[in-house]
């Protein structure tokens, strides 16, 4: 039995598994930001693009 406590003390595995899963979601939460970032610029641009489409067709 007291082998047994031992090696459940002595046994990682698990840390290591909950240490993965917070560098997955972290890396989750970076990529989501970092596309939503990009889909509102890219947003922005082409918004920017349309209405001086539309200007240069409304003034011919």
């Keep these: ?3 047994l406590i031992e090696r459940f003390v002595k046994d990682e595995s698990g840390a290591t598994a909950i240490e ?3 560098i997955a979601a972290l890396i989750s939460v970076a990529l989501i930001t970092g596309a939503t ?3 509102n610029t890219l947003n922005s641009q082409f918004q920017s693009l349309s209405d001086k489409m539309n200007t240069a067709k409304n003034a011919n």
């Design 1 to 3: 039995m007291k082998n």
């Design 37 to 39: 970032t990009l889909g």
């Design 20 to 22: 993965y899963g917070l």
